[in-house]
């Protein structure tokens, strides 16, 4: 089944609370980024045809950017949520688009710079993540707002995004 999505029901994708369980937030999204680049590695040599999942066209190179764009986007919003400033709303266009860099080869480099910049944004969640307590993770601002722990489990469901292009080889 094709969906293509609306700005608003893109936005009711995320409206219900996610499932949460007793594993270690700390390495929820450590481990979620070692299966995306588990699923990475088999990208190389795409043959250039995008992968028609869920109402949209995936590349490989659109997977990463978003799967960079949502673990950054969170990580912004958990670091200002710890320190008690606002956070700064999504206006991000999601999965709804595809950029003209999306569709380039997809290579040892662009692997190799993908691997990095997703070993640091899981660093980052370990750091921050590490010396919360249960009440701050817990912690629940108004009843609309995820807590911090549903938040980490939201983003360890990251993986869909490698999922939409899959095992290529």
Request: charged residues 25%; hydrophobic residues 40%.
């Amino acid at each position: 089944m094709v969906r293509y999505l609306t700005r608003n029901q893109f936005a009711d994708d995320y409206a219900a609370r996610p499932q949460v369980n007793d594993r270690d937030v700390t390495q929820l999204v450590p481990a979620a980024v070692r299966q995306i680049l588990d699923v990475a590695e088999t990208w190389l040599g795409w043959d250039g045809t995008p992968i028609r999942r869920e109402g949209n066209a995936w590349t490989p190179h659109k997977a990463l950017r978003r799967v960079c764009d949502h673990l950054l986007d969170h990580l912004a919003e958990i670091q200002c949520r710890v320190v008690g400033l606002p956070t700064v709303p999504d206006t991000w266009h999601g999965r709804m688009v595809s950029v003209d860099a999306d569709f380039a080869r997809f290579t040892e480099i662009d692997l190799d710079e993908a691997t990095s910049r997703l070993l640091r944004l899981a660093a980052c969640y370990e750091a921050v993540l590490r010396d919360l307590g249960t009440a701050l993770l817990d912690a629940r601002p108004d009843q609309e707002t995820w807590t911090l722990r549903e938040v980490v489990h939201h983003v360890s469901g990251v993986t869909w995004y490698a999922d939409m292009v899959g095992r290529l080889n």
